[in-house]
């Protein structure tokens, strides 16, 4: 395959879980190889500084400005970025030599695409100067000033990911973090957009009410009952009426706005699991074609009672992670923004009219030298 480099992708999503890194050998349209996974996980201190950098970032007004605790955050998210691939080269004994660019996407810390505003927090050229390898970042920028959501940025991945793959098409590839999206492939181009809470709701709730970082393998879900009225009450917000593009912040449906129920944990963790589910159900009305086989990735992807849930809203068509369709659900992001990284490096579009709401395909991704 001519023109194949290898490249590694970061993601800190939403979640606020960690940085997933990703190497991937590809042409930018093609994916020759699958590289090794690491993972980085944030320390509960960490975890609160970039929660603080959310709250800060809700305020902002200018993508440039770093008031307040931003600037710490920047840089920490900058440093815990090298530390990962640093880790990830040693323990994989990866020459920086042979890797042609990293995908930095940084920490979201505000999408307001109607606002024509997102910021991802992280200095692209600190990394590569310190890693010594070119970095591609701040690929949301461009498709938001020209108007496009800005998100989902995967679809271009996942469409070439269901290439390799052989399930009745139309395929739909769910992400399931903070935030969930869906990206919809039936041989041309690819429709996307979020479909509503991911994990956010259900962490945020555990936090709040146990200090458990999040409902693990969705034990509590599992033990609650679903106030359905509750669901349909959120559900009827104007945004899930709207069809794709369309893309979410992560503190969109925060618990201020959506007015939660003094829930038990159970009957809590239930209901915002079903929440997500139902969203995601909501969005199938508004693609071309229901999709026949659904293939989970992200956090949501290790939630069996989350799945499950997806599985009963979903039905007839089938409902599988990543993982057993043959892909990696902690490590896909990571690997979509190496794929993207070598797009930018190439000038290939990473936003289209059907993604974003862009009115033509975009380049975008500002690309470092080491020596900037």
Known sequence: MAGVVRAIGLMSGTSLDGVDVALIETDGERIAAFGPAGYRPYADAERDLLRQALAEGAGLTDRWQRPGVLKEAEAFVTGVHAEAVETFLAEHSIARASVAIVGFHGQTVIHRSEKRLTVQIGDGAALAR???????????????????????????????????LARPHPIAV??????????WVDGGDPVACDTGPGNALIDDFMRARTGAPLDRDGDQAARGRV????????????????GCPKSLDRNAFAFAN?????FSVADGAATLSALTAAAVKRIVPHLPQPPRAWIVAGGGAR???LMRMLAERLAPASVETADAAGWSSQAIEAQAFAYLAVRTLKELPITFPHTTGVRRPMTGGVVVSPRS
């Open 258 to 262: 959506i007015g939660l129920p003094d």
């Open 130 to 164: 310190r890693l010594d390898i070119p970095v591609a970042y701040d690929f949301r920028a461009a498709d938001v000033a020209a108007g496009g959501q800005g998100a989902p940025l995967v679809p271009t991945y996942h469409q070439a990911l269901s290439k390799l």
């Open 227 to 242: 106030d359905e009225a509750f669901v349909a009450r959120v559900l009827a917000h104007p945004f899930f009426d709207h």
């Open 174 to 183: 769910l992400n399931v973090g903070g935030v969930a999206n869906v990206t």
């Open 303 to 305: 939630n069996p009672t």
